[in-house]
């Protein structure tokens, strides 16, 4: 998952060992994690692949079953990780998760606390922003939950950059202990607001915190109770667009193909058919883009905040 060695040196080591985690890719919506067992063997609908082929290769490599059939072998990054994760809960999303960790600041060094862990999606990606030097303090007051995420960190690498907690936060705050120590809070909390005084306790002078919530009746009553100590109260509702940009052929004079992808929106002629004699070869192959069918709608607003000074 993270290229950190055990002295705490980013290293990257790209080939495939016993032991490792990898993302067996079939198609970008079908993919698993697999941990690699030289005895043990995958089977889909491919064929058999045997795990000891595997080992020695290059992250990235395309490995054969028994039929002919390949999948590809994938390094596990948290982009990859938030897609094939188990979901205990809902969880952040890519959109999401790239917004928080620019705009909460997250560099290598940080302490950033958390609440709740939920699945740990956002985590994974917190741990590998403050590697490999900072750290992550997740709370949860699910026990069963925050179990399951130890064990994830475990799977991927990432239990010396993730401490995980059994805590219930909007009840008790986070522990006194990390009073003023945070560069950042993240809260993704049913009733955020009972949790954002505790919140402001941790944070570091100028430290920055982010609450996520579903619904605007919550991000209301987080910044009625952010204002008496923080600025720079700022919400946005992230909003992703994917596309898919396949080769196609376009016959001449042809009208749109409901549903197809040519039909339309951008059209663009491959550099090999562009001016090799000026004239307009009406079924030459085209680059034919459209958005896909399988853009996320809203997930949530992400509410941001800097703590005042107050001397
Ligand atoms: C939606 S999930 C968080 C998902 C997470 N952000 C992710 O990306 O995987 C919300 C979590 O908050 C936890 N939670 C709810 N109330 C809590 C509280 N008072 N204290 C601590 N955790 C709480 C729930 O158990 C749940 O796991």
């Known amino acids: 998952m993270l290229p950190v060695d055990p002295t705490k040196k980013i290293s990257f080591r790209r080939c495939i060992c016993d032991g490792d985690l990898v993302i067996v890719y ?22 058999v692949f045997k795990h000891s082929d595997w080992i020695g290769k290059p992250f990235g490599s395309k490995v054969l079953s028994n039929k002919g059939g390949f999948v590809y072998l994938l390094a596990p990054t948290p982009e ?21 960790i620019l705009f909460l600041e997250v560099v290598p060094g940080c302490l950033v606390l958390e ?24 709370f949860d007051f699910h026990e069963q939950r925050a179990a399951s995420a130890r064990e994830d960190f475990e799977r991927t690498g990432l239990s010396s950059l993730v401490t995980v907690g059994v805590r219930d936060i909007q009840g008790e705050g986070f522990p006194d202990e990390f009073s003023g120590l945070g560069d950042s809070v993240f809260l993704d909390l049913p009733q955020p607001w009972l949790a954002i005084p505790s919140a402001a306790k941790m944070l570091k002078q100028d430290g920055i915190l982010c609450s996520f919530s579903p619904c605007i009746e919550q991000v209301q009553r987080s910044c ?26 376009v016959e001449c004079g042809g009208g749109d193909e409901a549903g197809s992808l040519l039909s339309r929106p951008f059209k663009r002629r491959q550099r090999s058919s562009e001016g090799s004699n000026g004239r307009d070869n009406s079924s030459s192959p085209t680059v034919m883009a459209r958005p ?15 703590l005042k000074c107050l001397y």
């Open 26 to 47: 079939e198609r970008h919506d079908n993919m698993k994690a697999v941990k690699v067992c030289e005895s043990s063997e995958l089977q889909n609908r491919f064929g």
């Open 80 to 100: 990859l990780w938030t897609l094939v994760l188990s979901h205990r809960t809902q969880i952040l999303y890519i959109a999401d998760i790239s917004f928080v």
């Open 115 to 138: 609440s709740g862990t939920g699945s740990g999606s956002l985590t994974t990606s917190l741990a590998r922003a403050v590697a490999p030097t900072g750290h992550v303090y997740t």
């Open 224 to 249: 009625e109770t952010l204002r008496s100590t923080f600025t720079d109260i700022r919400t946005f509702e992230v909003l992703l667009r994917t596309y898919e940009v396949r080769e196609g052929s």
């Open 292 to 306: 896909s069918g399988e853009t996320r709608g809203h997930t949530g607003y992400l509410t941001f905040a800097r």
